[in-house]
RNA sequence: GCCCCUCUAGCUCAAUCGGCAGAGCAGUGGACUUUUAAUCCAUUGGUUCAGGGUUCGAGUCCCUGGGGGGGCACCA
């Protein structure tokens, strides 16, 4: 193993610590407060203190050395906790000398490290810890990266995630927030009586979207797998077992692309409520994305690639096809021929190669002349039938289905539909899917025949949805790619290091 | 899969037309007992992503390969 010049010399401190009989990584650490907690204890305290007077109790703080300032025979330096930050300050006639000289020659910027003493506020009115007494908790061999600029290579940021949380604030905040969004979506429908279940992430068929799946192979059944591209057929499952709502926060897998909105694996929430239909669920998708917009912001308005957006609810609602119709002066229902169509919208100025088929065209013009524009939150609804196979047809229009895409940021979050609960008609639907296999769609869904004997049993009339966490969270923390959601994106494997011994 | 951009010290970045590889931070040595991007003096540190080519001379130009970013395609 290969260590750099500074590596070698923080690692002859540890071995120096050794030396003098003291533990550069011990067993255990004390704390009496957080270093949040001690700022607070001061601020409760100091009006009992006389003027520029000590707490006269001692504390044990822990953290990490982040900064420091030596100033002869004083040392100032903040350490960071899970909680903050504080400052100690430390003094050669405090201390005495050796241990003041451990501080010099044997602490660095990174490691953590174990102080006591009594807090007070320096002149500068910042709070502090005198310091009587410090240890060493963990030697850090790898310096931290620089202090005013933080980590910026966006490689190793993703590489070494933890090199970038160490560095940049931010990052760390916005990982909090995605925890306070899917706890607030979570929270939203526990509140309404779902229940939170697990389905299989290996499936032995792959079903409820169209993607490409991760295969595997498990040994002892000796049996293809697939890694899971979505829950839904599942969930649906558990509807005709009787639950009436069911949801799943979980991680899905599609072997497609890659890029700044997709990842190949990502978080899906999906929530299925039986008696209630797509207009039930749009009412509790704007609330439940308000909510967490709320929890994070404390308003119903947050700014996105510099656009202020308003979550407020209730959202609008628009067909797709008057929204096309709006976009580009088109309207597909007007060419229910693919000829037809494509004429219309390359004369409307669409961009769309020769041989796409129907249903592309119209997620085209979907694309090119309306998604761009959705900044404000709104909801799509009514799709045209073929470009929804599990989706329940309208009652006065059989070409179309009731589903519905929340569109907020000019991107879609999600994917919904009252769902389709005839067990024929969803069986002939994965028939022509089948047909599209055959001639080549890769991403044509696979025939579930125990999914169409579960809907032979019946499945209440339901409304379903489908959420992109990410994509939520990329929008509520106004991030740009996706990969800043995640805290360990997948990543190209580098060229192996060589790893033998001199 | 295709196109464009990018890769220089541990980190953040310079390097003019192809002409001695540099700075700040970090590190090391020193001064400084309320500083906070502390300050001041001195100083170490380079496979310029890898390999090849052109050239008197390559971080810079060309080719091949690798990593990353962006775009396109894919993602109904």
Redesign the pocket.
Known sequence: MHL???QQ?RLQKAEALREQGRQPYPLRASRTHTTEQALVRFAEIESTLPEGGEDPASVTLVGRVV?R??????I?AHIRDGHGEI?L?I???DIGEDAFEDVL?LV??GDFVQASGNL?R?????I?LRVASHSMLSKAL??P????????????R?RQRYADLISNEDVRRVFRQRTTIIKTLRAYLDERDYLEVETPTLQPLYGG???RPFTTHHNALDQTFYLRIADELYLKRLLVGGYERVYEITKDF?N??I??N?SPEFTMLEFYEAYADYDVMMGMVEQMIHAACVAVHGSSTFTYNGVEIDLTPPWPRKSLRQAILEGSGVDYVAHPDQAGLLAAARAAGGDIPDGTVW??IV?ELLKQFVRPYLMQPMFLIDYPVE????AKRKADDPTHVERFQPYVGGGEIGNAFTELNDPMDQYHRFLDQQKDREAGDL?A?QLDMDFINALMFGMPPTGGVGIGVDRVVMLLTDQ??I?DVILFPA??N??AEDTSEE
């Open positions: 750099s010049e500074l010399i900064s300032r030596h100033q002869g025979k004083t100032f400052q300050y003094r050669k006639d020659k660095d910027l007070f320096t002149r500068m009115g910042e502090s790898n310096a990266p620089e202090k005013w600029h933080g980590l910026q290579d966006v490689e190793t993703y979207a169209a993607a599609r497609e692309g890029d700044r997709h249903p592309r997620d470009l929804s196979p599990l991403d869904m740009p790619s990969r990543m190209r580098l060229p």
